[in-house]
């Protein structure tokens, strides 16, 4: 099975929850997204992780924090 990683590092605000979701959407097969790196995320880019997850992408390297928000937006 074909697995493409992308990792989001930094800090995952609107447009980089638009671009995250553009290049997503290229993405052929079994998508992880590593999360190791991501320090905050405001709302466009939970919502963002979260609509990829319910797509079917993996998400790893979670941090505490993301995971709240993600949960809190009914994601997690």
């Known amino acids: 099975m074909r697995v493409t990683v992308l990792e989001v590092d930094g800090e ?3 447009e980089g929850a ?3 979701r553009r290049v997503c959407d290229r993405v052929r097969g079994h998508l992880r997204l590593d ?3 991501l ?3 405001d709302g466009d ?3 963002a992780l979260g609509d990829l997850r319910r797509r079917g ?3 790893v ?3 505490p924090y993301i995971g709240l ?3 809190r937006a009914g994601d997690g």
């Open 35 to 37: 999360l190791s790196n």
């Open 18 to 20: 638009v671009e995250l």
């Open 39 to 41: 320090r905050t995320a």
């Open 12 to 14: 995952l605000v609107r």
């Open 61 to 63: 390297g979670v941090s």
């Open 57 to 59: 992408a993996e998400l």
């Open 45 to 47: 880019g939970i919502q």
């Open 69 to 71: 928000r993600l949960l």
